[in-house]
């Protein structure tokens, strides 16, 4: 199958390229720049917003199903420029639902994510637990599942919305509580931070996000068209400074009390992910970190 994706030189997009690619299928991907991780692949450039620019290219590859992960993808950045979020998630998220219509193109994964229920304190996240969008950033996000729900509805299209964990690894150019410590510590510089120590969040491998795209894109009929992607295991910052520090014990990791401004999410319930899509996250924290230091190690050896 020829899948169109979005967003193709992100964090996600990116892997699911590879994904894909690897599978046999041929992927073209869309993004407004492009980036030398998928130089290999076939990369177009565009604005989502740009509906003639996206008929072209879904015309000239004869597209059959699209994975829409291209977008503002923080909610910090959501909050620095709402209508820039507004203008890109939503506008842009509509833009493609339109063109699949439009081209007969019934499959769209588009990537939510865990951000539309906002700050609450239930111990577990279903996708029936009452969503409270509380930055521009859920509220785009969360606009684009209701229009995946009206198009399925009313086009008979089959979007699945994937409500995505706080994804880290590779390729990540967003802000990230991972990144930030996992980068001194492979260069071997003690950490000091004032705050952060309490900050928890769900954690996923981008690899077993992108695998939850693809299970997405394979299935068949499912009875509900949201589910939540994540490991259903929710970790403090001074956890992951404790799994770093386990890689770098030579180095000192201090983090002071508070959080970091997300939203505190109870632990996903991830279950119909795996009964209704054959999901299940593969790498435990401690296995994505240490790839992850695996992968800045070698990039900073290739630097130097
Ligand atoms: N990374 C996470 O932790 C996370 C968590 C939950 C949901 N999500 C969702 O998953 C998707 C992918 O996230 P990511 O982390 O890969 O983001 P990313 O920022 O790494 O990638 C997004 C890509 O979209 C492209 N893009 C932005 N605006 C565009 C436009 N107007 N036209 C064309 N391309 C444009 C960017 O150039 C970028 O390459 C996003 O929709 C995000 O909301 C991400």
């Given at each position: 199958?020829?899948?169109?994706?979005?967003g193709s030189?992100?964090?996600?997009?990116?892997?699911?390229m590879e994904?894909?690619?690897?599978?046999?299928?041929?992927?073209?991907?869309?993004?407004?720049?492009?980036?030398?991780?998928t130089?290999?692949?076939?990369?177009?450039?565009?604005?989502l917003?740009?509906?003639?620019?996206?008929?072209?290219i879904?015309?000239?590859?004869?597209?059959?199903a699209i994975v829409?992960?291209g977008?503002?993808?923080?909610?910090h950045?959501?909050?620095?420029?709402?209508?820039?979020?507004?203008?890109?998630?939503?506008?842009?998220?509509?833009?493609?639902?339109?063109?699949?219509r439009?081209?007969?193109i019934?499959?769209?994964?588009?990537?939510?994510?865990?951000?539309?229920?906002?700050?609450?304190?239930?111990?577990?996240?279903?996708?029936e637990?009452k969503?409270?969008?509380?930055?521009t950033?859920?509220?785009?996000?969360?606009?684009?599942?209701?229009?995946?729900?009206?198009?399925?509805?009313?086009y008979?299209?089959?979007v699945?919305?994937?409500?995505?964990a706080?994804?880290?690894?590779?390729?990540?150019f967003?802000p990230?509580?991972?990144?930030?410590?996992?980068?001194?510590a492979v260069?071997?510089?003690?950490?000091d931070d004032?705050k952060g120590?309490?900050?928890q969040?769900?954690?996923?491998?981008v690899?077993?996000?992108a695998?939850?795209?693809y299970?997405?894109?394979?299935?068949?009929?499912?009875s509900?068209?949201?589910?939540?992607?994540?490991t259903?295991?929710?970790?403090?910052?001074?956890?992951?400074?404790?799994?770093?520090?386990?890689?770098?014990?030579?180095?000192s990791?201090?983090?002071?009390p508070?959080?970091?401004?997300y939203?505190?999410?109870?632990?996903?319930d991830?279950s119909?992910?795996?009964?209704?899509?054959?999901?299940?996250?593969?790498?435990?924290?401690?296995?994505g970190i240490?790839?992850y230091?695996?992968?800045?190690?070698?990039?900073?050896k290739?630097?130097?």
């Amino acid at each position: 199958m020829n899948v169109l994706v979005t967003g193709s030189s992100g964090l996600v997009g990116s892997a699911v390229m590879e994904l894909l690619h690897r599978e046999g299928h041929h992927v073209v991907g869309f993004d407004q720049r492009k980036s030398p991780i998928t130089d290999h692949l076939t990369v177009e450039t565009g604005d989502l917003c740009d509906f003639p620019r996206l008929a072209s290219i879904i015309q000239k590859y004869n597209i059959g199903a699209i994975v829409h992960s291209g977008g503002i993808s923080h909610p910090h950045a959501g909050e620095a420029s709402p209508y820039e979020t507004v203008r890109t998630n939503i506008l842009g998220t509509t833009t493609i639902f339109e063109a699949a219509r439009l081209f007969h193109i019934n499959k769209v994964v588009y990537l939510s994510s865990g951000a539309v229920y906002g700050n609450h304190s239930a111990g577990v996240t279903t996708v029936e637990t009452k969503v409270h969008p509380e930055n521009t950033y859920a509220v785009s996000k969360l606009t684009g599942e209701y229009l995946g729900e009206v198009y399925n509805r009313n086009y008979g299209m089959n979007v699945i919305s994937l409500r995505l964990a706080f994804v880290y690894g590779p390729n990540r150019f967003m802000p990230d509580p991972i990144k930030s410590l996992l980068e001194r510590a492979v260069n071997g510089l003690d950490i000091d931070d004032a705050k952060g120590a309490d900050q928890q969040l769900e954690f996923i491998y981008v690899k077993d996000a992108a695998l939850g795209v693809y299970k997405a894109l394979q299935a068949e009929k499912c009875s509900s068209s949201i589910f939540n992607i994540g490991t259903g295991v929710n970790t403090k910052m001074n956890e992951v400074a404790a799994v770093i520090k386990n890689l770098y014990p030579n180095i000192s990791i201090k983090i002071g009390p508070g959080d970091l401004g997300y939203d505190f999410i109870g632990a996903f319930d991830c279950s119909e992910a795996e009964k209704q899509l054959g999901f299940k996250a593969n790498y435990r924290l401690e296995d994505g970190i240490a790839e992850y230091a695996k992968y800045l190690e070698e990039n900073k050896k290739s630097k130097s």
